[in-house]
């Protein structure tokens, strides 16, 4: 148990990196059934509405820890299984264009294993040849959670299936799959959606192909459309912010929530319910500054309200905290080095 307990406080593991993808589509799902999923989240500085947002990274440590509440609100078996079954290419946004447009599947398959920390994946994927004609992918965890692992691999291999069907079609041919852990009660459910056999007990999570459908080239495939898609998917995965420490994260996410109202530290305490001593220590602790987030903050959104010429310099400004232009001004000049006029081309 001390070696679990060690493992969680790995800073891999606590660095806020993780887009919440999978988060967000437990809330739904609570939403539906009509459950409040506001509890999973104590503790966090999060809340459900947090995880919807495309901008929200949460670390690896609260991720599970989120889901091992959210699997005692959902009690359904094939929890996994149903999220997994709702994926499809269109949910990863450019790594599915960059998928769907590639020259054939192993290509898709490639780019969506290279960069497949863009879906908010909590198990490493990595490909390897197996007996002569087969190909398997491989799931690993992190961190061994016995009671979240099952989940883990339903939600990724049901995930991985809805979208390689998609891409492949017909042609693609599972041969079976092998998971690290026993058999559930609803093994039923695996053979009917996976169709292929099944191991449980083994050493390994992963879903072994026939390696014949992954060289099929793609019957749409345009040579353009495939390198814009990619090079589209590079830029907004170079511009993703620098990975934040988890207390760095909450401060970020209050201070966006109301920058408009120029919130101080003790305001931003308050609402992690944490001292204002106490949040200024753990800032020091992790090599960080409110006044830095705080600008980084501001200085995030108002080049973005720039962008929106119907806005006037004075009220980006305000929108951002300021209630006096001049302030505005000379703070954006300390941030970027221009002026917002000079930004602007007026």
Excluded at 11 to 32: D, F, G, I, Y
Excluded at 112 to 126: C, K, N, P, S
Excluded at 192 to 216: E, K, S, T
Excluded at 257 to 263: A, T
């Amino acid at each position: 148990m001390a070696q679990a307990s060690n493992a969680i406080d790995d800073p891999r593991l606590t660095a806020a990196v993780l887009p919440t993808n999978m988060l967000c589509s437990l809330v739904q799902l609570a939403q539906e059934r009509g459950v409040d999923a506001s509890g999973w989240f104590a503790g966090f500085a999060l809340s459900p509405g947090d995880v919807c947002d495309p901008s929200a990274r949460v670390s690896y440590r609260q991720a599970v820890s989120i889901i091992r509440r959210a699997l005692r609100s959902l009690p359904d078996a094939d929890l996994g299984l149903q999220l997994g079954r709702r994926q499809d290419i269109g949910n990863f946004g450019l790594l599915g264009l960059a998928m769907k447009t590639a020259r054939s599947f192993v290509d898709a398959i490639t780019i969506g294993i290279t960069h497949q920390r863009a879906t908010g994946a909590l198990l490493e994927l990595h490909i390897k040849q197996h007996a002569a004609g087969e190909i398997a992918l491989h799931a690993r965890a992190p961190l061994h959670d016995p009671v979240v692992l099952p989940f883990l691999c339903e939600e990724m291999f049901a995930s991985v299936l809805a979208v390689a069907r998609e891409l492949a079609g017909p042609a693609l041919r599972l041969q079976r799959l092998e998971l690290a852990y026993a058999a559930p009660p609803h093994v039923d459910d695996y053979r009917a959606l996976f169709g292929c056999a099944l191991h449980f007990d083994a050493g390994h999570n992963c879903l072994v192909v026939d390696a014949q459908a992954l060289d099929q080239p793609f019957a749409n495939y345009n040579p353009v459309a495939s390198r814009q898609a990619l090079a589209a998917l590079l830029r907004e995965l170079q511009e993703t912010p620098a990975a934040l420490s988890e207390t760095v994260a909450a401060v970020e996410r209050q201070l966006r929530r109301r920058v408009g109202q120029n919130p101080r530290l003790p305001d931003v305490a308050v609402s992690l319910y944490r001292s204002e001593r106490t949040l200024r220590r753990q800032l020091a602790d992790e090599g960080a500054s409110f006044t830095v987030i705080h600008d980084r903050v501001r200085c995030a959104r108002a080049l973005e309200l720039l962008r929106d010429r119907r806005l006037t310099i004075a009220q980006v400004g305000g929108e951002v905290g300021f209630g006096d232009a001049r302030e505005f001004r000379r703070a954006f000049k300390r941030w970027t080095g221009r002026t917002p006029s000079e930004l602007r081309g007026t």
